[in-house]
Nanobody, 127 residues
Framework: QVQLVESGGGLVQAGGSLRLSCAAS????????MGWFRQAPGKEREFVAA????????VYANSVKGRFTISRDNAKNTVYLQMNSLKPEDTALYYC????????????????????WGQGTQVTVSS
């Protein structure tokens, strides 16, 4: 089993920045791709970004491309999401997720490939 715990959320003004962290514990040797998803009230959970085990492959949703950066530190079993130029429409509960299997990056946006999920951290962007 793998446990994922997100942190770093909060309230920020539009144009500001936040950095989210997701720490993995348990059988971390089994963790492969890691990703971030978000869910706003009344909306479906949507893909934000994902990164391969080596960090060599990253994928972003079009809505965050150029503003958000995903990275990981395997020595610390942690994945990060640096969020810049935040907009009110970025307001959501942000979830970290991890896969056990290795997938092509064309699949990173799919919720069904992720085996483990965190509880989420709230990001609120005021206008």
């Amino acid at each position: 089993q793998v446990q994922l715990v997100e942190s770093g959320g909060g309230l920020v003004q539009a144009g500001g920045s936040l950095r989210l962290s997701c720490a993995a514990s348990g059988r971390t040797s089994s963790v492969n791709t890691m990703g971030w998803f978000r869910q706003a009230p009344g909306k479906e959970r949507e893909f934000v970004a994902a990164i391969s085990r080596s960090g060599g492959s990253t994928v972003y949703a079009n809505s965050v491309k150029g503003r958000f950066t995903i990275s990981r530190d395997n020595a610390k079993n942690t994945v990060y999401l640096q969020m810049n130029s935040l907009k009110p429409e970025d307001t959501a509960l942000y979830y970290c997720a991890a896969t056990v299997e290795s997938y092509s990056s064309i699949s990173y946006h799919r919720r069904d490939i992720y085996d483990y999920w965190g509880q989420g951290t709230q990001v609120t962007v005021s206008s």
